[in-house]
């Protein structure tokens, strides 16, 4: 027996893994036509699909709105960086943003959980914006024109090797990163943890008398969705071969909130879709004008007035139908 | 003599020059149902988040089974066996009236639990079966919380502060707004809750009060004026003074 929580997760596998047949799909299509361009691009919104994945963590089940998530892509982003300058070894690299996911997601998570509400979201803003300058004013860092010569990467996965040079290669490796970000994050919300981040979202005030703290469990959702954004920034300099200070601008933050808004909020799965959404048509616009920005806040607005649970708002009923057929 | 297992010593707190709750001292005896009663502003629901651990005293002590709880945030009055329910209805009103249970019975289970998929948790879920027959809420167990009646939603309220099979559950008007067939329907719930968990209870409804309880703590002006058996204290004249007005 399963309640209706679990079946709704259910039916976001299905939609997930209607994404990652979709993902293949385009890497044999891109292998075939030699296309480096779009297989580069589809990478790219894999990476912030990942970012959106933690914006969602903290908006959609724990009910906090972070401004500055970018802060841990970013972060994750020039650890990951200076340690394949350093020693070009991809577990050692993931290993080090997991790390500073951990202990900056740690740090942050006590000062901004200490407020709630619109005061979050601006600790969160105000902390992603002091990253952002002082890596901006930091020569070794690269300073404003970010670090460049991140070297080309061999990544042993045991059976095969993988360059990050090939864009096939790379874009499924990035597949299989945000794969296991995905279920790890839909494991932990299946809990009752993850449970409990949503009683917070839907009512703080009556969580302590249910016998939780919930300054550990928003920490905990806080810790996690920093870690989740310190392994997808990892991954961005092995695609692009460089970082820059661009990485933990608010742009970043609230392009990663856009996105798990058209995605729909409180799914996972949305956050996915809406980057891969995001990222196309950013894109596909950009290449016809420079002003890009009125079109994606055209289209943000006209998804929060007509579509306020998103794109998975319209493809979710559909798949629990399918999945709750046949149970209680 | 029947043993105290909440004991309330001198307990206190002020706003500003308000005295909400002054050196209250009372005792709840093991499975009976004590009423906190008194007009309004007497410092009731004060008293609540004062025992509850929602607001911490100034002054006096809350002791559970002789251990000193007093001061102890709501989550670790939990562990140590206190529940309550709120006055004005405190669910997860998004979520389904199962999953409301299942995450109050959820501390029945190791922390460990908290790491596992939810269908693991068995012991909260049989404790969820076991509270949707108890009161009746079976047949709604799917709905969302916000879509059940104004009764049933304070039947919940009650489910969900005893889901974690507490030592002392607080009930803060239990039948605030009921109609009178729900009000009469509440009290035999309490009254079965009795037989198993020592019941603090505020009630506006005099004959409820009366016909329910063991034992009836006055409050007025946020000290406690009489304490005793409903008879002796309905005949008490400092009661009929302050609460039934002045004659």
Known sequence: MHDALTLDARANHWLALALGLACIGTACIGYAIGDTFYLRLATEALIFGGLALAVDILLGYTGLLSLGQALYFGLGAYVSAVTLIAFPSFWTAMGAALATGLFGGLIGGLIANRVRGVYFALITFGMAQVAAKAIYNTRSLGASDGLIGVPVLDVNLGIVTVSTASPVGFFLLALGVVTLLYALCSYLMDTPFGRLLIAIRTNEARVPFLGFRTTTLRLGSFVLASCVASLSGALYPMLRGFVSPELLFFSTSGNAVITVILGGVGTLVGALYGSIIFTIVKSVIGSWTEHHLIVIGILFMAVVIFLPKGLMGLAQPLMRRMVHRGKP | ?247
């Open chain 2, 1 to 247: 003599m029947i043993e105290a297992v909440l004991a309330v010593e001198d307990l206190s707190i002020s706003f500003g020059g308000l005295h909400a709750v002054d050196a209250v001292t009372f005792t709840a005896e093991r499975n009976r149902i004590t009423t906190v009663i008194g007009p309004n502003g007497a410092g009731k629901s004060t008293l609540f988040n004062l025992i509850s651990g929602a607001l911490t005293p100034v002054r006096g002590h809350v002791r559970l089974d002789g251990i000193d709880v007093t001061g102890a945030p709501p989550n670790r009055m939990l562990s140590a066996g206190l529940a309550r329910s709120f006055q004005i209805t405190s669910l997860f009103f998004g979520l389904t009236v199962a999953e409301n249970l299942r995450l109050a019975a959820q501390r029945l289970e190791p922390n460990l639990r908290l790491w596992l998929p939810t269908g693991r948790s068995r012991r909260a879920r049989e404790r969820v079966r076991s509270l949707l027959d108890q009161f009746g809420l079976a047949d709604k167990a799917q709905y969302p919380a916000g879509a059940l009646s104004h009764g049933e939603q304070r039947r919940l309220e009650i489910a969900v502060a005893l889901a974690a099979e507490p030592k002392v559950l607080l009930l803060d008007e239990p039948t605030q707004g009921m109609s009178h067939g729900d009000t009469e329907l509440t009290a035999t719930y309490v009254r079965k809750l009795a037989q198993s968990v020592t019941v603090l209870l505020i009630e506006h409804d005099i004959g409820l009060v009366m016909n329910l309880s063991d034992k009836v703590v006055v409050m007025n002006q946020g000290r406690k004026i009489a304490e005793g058996p409903p008879a002796v204290v309905r005949a008490d004249p400092a009661v009929q003074s302050a609460y039934f007005g002045h004659a």
